[in-house]
């Protein structure tokens, strides 16, 4: 295999000058230049991830943190991340949350394992980590971008979508529908996120004239398996309800799963509204209408403006991510007999932007 050594014996140049045209950094005679990439080529020489990183000062490597390692929202946020840095030669190193500390912590030593490693930026997702935290990172703290959370002293570093809108979308698409009795199940209490598209949900509902002490309410944790547990409480508890809003995806999938074995039609007695719009949507039995949160959008603008400060790129960077409703087959028309004569009258007021 052609080593660097042999590239510079081939062009007739220094072993510095061969290594500059390699690495990009540094001057060299346009002549020169031209000499030694016909040596590259020549000898298909390829220079190795550790030769990369010693020529150009960095490791070629982001670092990415995530929460946990399961289920079918972060996989795809990876596989985006993973695509868009191996185009230009790089790759990255995934930490996630472990260990027996609570999810802060875990956060802390996940970005400690990064920065240990060598990152030459760090992709963080994480609701756990305080202001604190991200000025406790020094000088790193420049070459950090935070995804789906916003920090005020690195706020041009934080993409996220407008969770307050697409719990208000979550609303509209059900009233739309004619549903006057809701149910929701929410995320953890302790995600701003989920509190923020829970509050747009019952505030559109308000809006609209429902009682929203009248909802009924269960708490998951993001997973299929609480929310099939919370739907077995719903329909334990008798509540009357035509539509369920579950906010994220995962929950929505494992309550469909359960109203399935209870014999609750899904949605010729009830409707069930998802968020986030995952590639779980698309297959489950019914297949999920979903809040459409452009993820991979916000992952690859994110990671564009982390690559232009680690590499002094100059890709294009967007901030705004419109948030939509994908509709599929799991939410229709109330039932004509839950719908009061009053509200079938009334039509949708819709928020103001």
């Given at each position: ?31 020169t ?13 390829r ?40 185009v ?7 930490a996630?949350?472990?260990g ?41 703290r ?20 407008d969770?307050t ?8 698409a059900?009233?739309?529908m ?93 409707s ?11 297959y ?8 459409h ?15 232009n ?43 103001k932007?």
């Amino acid at each position: 295999m052609a080593t660097i050594k042999d590239v510079a014996r081939v062009a007739g140049v220094g072993v510095g000058t061969a290594s500059r045209v390699v690495s990009g950094r540094g001057s060299v005679a346009a002549v020169t230049a031209e000499r030694v990439r016909k040596a590259i080529a020549e000898l298909e020489f390829r220079p190795s991830h550790a030769a990369r990183s010693l020529l150009s000062g960095s490791s070629q490597m982001i670092g990415v943190y995530i929460p946990m390692l399961k289920g079918t929202f972060y996989t795809p946020i990876l596989g985006a991340i993973d695509t868009e840095l191996r185009v230009t030669g790089r790759h990255m190193v995934v930490a996630f949350g472990c260990g027996d500390g609570d999810a802060r912590q875990q956060a802390i030593e996940g970005i400690e394992f990064l920065i240990e490693r060598g990152c030459d930026g760090l992709v963080v997702m994480s609701n756990a980590l305080r202001d604190e935290d991200i000025d406790a990172l020094g000088p790193k703290r420049s070459k950090l971008v935070v995804l789906n959370h916003s920090f005020s002293s690195i706020a041009d570093q934080c993409f996220t979508a407008d969770h307050t809108r697409g719990g208000v979308l979550a609303a509209q698409a059900l009233l739309k529908m004619q549903h006057r009795k809701f149910a929701v199940i929410v995320g953890p209490t302790t995600s701003p996120d989920n509190v923020a598209r829970i509050s747009g949900f019952m505030r559109e509902l308000k809006r609209n004239g429902i009682e929203t002490s009248q909802v009924w309410s269960g708490e998951g944790d993001f997973s299929p398996e609480s929310g099939w547990a919370a739907a077995s409480s719903l329909l334990a508890s008798a509540h009357p309800f035509t539509a369920l809003f579950c906010a994220n995806d995962e929950m929505a999938v494992g309550a469909l799963s359960y109203f399935q074995q209870a014999g609750r039609s899904v949605p010729e007695t009830i409707s069930v509204l998802g968020y986030d719009d995952t590639h779980s949507a698309e297959y489950s039995a019914p297949q999920l209408t979903s809040v459409h949160i452009p993820w991979r959008d916000i992952t690859l603008n994110g990671l564009r403006w982390l690559l232009n400060r680690c590499y002094d790129e100059t890709q294009p960077v967007l901030r705004k991510f419109p948030v939509s409703v994908t509709w599929r087959a799991s939410v229709v028309m109330a039932p004509v007999a839950a719908v009061p004569k009053a509200a079938s009258r009334k039509k949708v007021v819709p928020a103001k932007s």
